[in-house]
């Protein structure tokens, strides 16, 4: 059974950065891929960013590329989303994801995961 524990989201205010955290516990982490989603209110979760177990593969979305940076943590099981220039629409909740993706499209799919964490808010003051 894997853990997922998100930390680090709160109130940020447009243009400035946050760096959200995430950890796997449990017997049995080694060799997942780690992905950030969100959803905002109303609106479908969507994926953000992703990164492969031996952080050589990243992904993001479109809308994050150039402004957030994926990594992992030398310890392998955590992942950290560095959020700069954070704009009014990336207010969501922020769900961190871990599992083994087939594929490269699977790495941006909610299927390609198996545990999630509980969510961390991050909300954008303008």
């Known amino acids: 059974q894997v853990e997922v524990v998100e930390s680090g989201g709160g109130l940020v205010q447009a243009g400035a950065s946050l760096t959200l955290s995430c950890a796997l516990t449990?017997?049995?982490?080694?060799?997942?891929?780690l992905a950030w989603f969100r959803q905002a209110p109303g609106q479908d979760r969507e994926f953000v960013s992703a990164?492969?177990?031996?952080?050589?593969?990243?992904y993001y979305a479109d809308s994050v590329e150039g402004r957030f940076t994926i990594s992992r943590g030398s310890a392998k099981n955590t992942a950290f989303l560095q959020m700069n220039d954070v704009k009014p629409e990336d207010a969501a909740v922020y769900y961190c994801a871990a599992g083994r993706p087939w594929s490269s499209g699977d790495y941006t799919m909610p299927t390609g995961y198996d545990y999630w964490g509980q969510g961390s808010q991050v909300t954008v003051s303008s």
């Open positions: 449990g017997r049995s982490w080694s060799s997942y891929a």
């Open positions: 990164i492969s177990w031996g952080g050589d593969a990243t």
